[in-house]
């Protein structure tokens, strides 16, 4: 019997590998009829847009709650084009500074990561990703942000209580996650300024 962290990763990957593949077939399809087509009409140009975003947001939720083994690395430009196909045209940007490839356990970590600076940066901002040695480090800052204490805390004490629902599940994964990488979460929070490391 697998654990409950092995069972969700499991879960994770298998939804994310089986709606990838009909995704990227629409997409195809809408490629091959702009194609075809004089002109591009604006709900076939809406249409293109939405299927790029379900795409990116497959390979990003592909990282960050599918299985990652030990073993198994992704490069930095995978990474990066990740995190340049689910922020484009959004208010969020995402600066990458670390350089090389990294093992996929610690893609996953950050990918949660970058969901919880999200969730507070629900107006815009911008997040720097920096790994300075032996610890990630990420920066948010934000002219505004939306911090609720009690989820921030469930990243440091699993048992505080805190309302975790679909749109807030990475704060119930990432220390989870964390636990079984043997990595502890440091947190500074400021009035534009959310910095967490591990």
């Not at 809408?30 to 009409?41: Q, Y």
């Not at 119930?172 to 500074?188: H, N």
Request: proline content about 4%.
């Amino acid at each position: 019997m697998k654990d409950s962290a092995e069972l969700t990763a499991l879960l994770g990957s298998r939804i994310c590998h089986d709606l990838i593949s009909p995704i990227g077939a629409i997409g195809n399809g809408v490629e091959l009829l702009m194609m075809e087509a004089a002109t591009t009409s604006p709900e076939m140009a809406l249409i293109a847009e939405s299927v790029a975003a379900a795409n990116a947001r497959i390979r990003y939720f592909r990282v960050a709650f599918g299985l990652a083994s030990e073993d198994q690395r992704i490069s930095r430009a995978e990474v990066t084009s990740i995190l340049a196909a689910v922020t484009q045209g959004g208010r969020l940007e995402i600066d990458w500074q670390a350089s090389g490839d990294l093992a996929r356990v610690d893609a996953k970590l950050l990918f949660l990561a970058l969901q919880c600076l999200e969730t507070a940066l629900a107006f815009g901002g911008r997040i720097t990703v920096q790994f300075e040695k032996p610890r990630w480090v990420l920066t948010a800052h934000a002219t505004r942000t939306r911090f609720d204490p009690a989820l921030w805390e469930r990243l440091s004490n699993p048992q505080a209580k805190a309302d975790i629902g679909p749109a807030q599940v990475h704060f119930a994964l990432l220390p989870e996650a964390l636990t079984l990488r043997k990595r502890k979460l440091a947190l500074e929070v400021r009035e534009t300024e959310i910095k967490l490391s591990f």
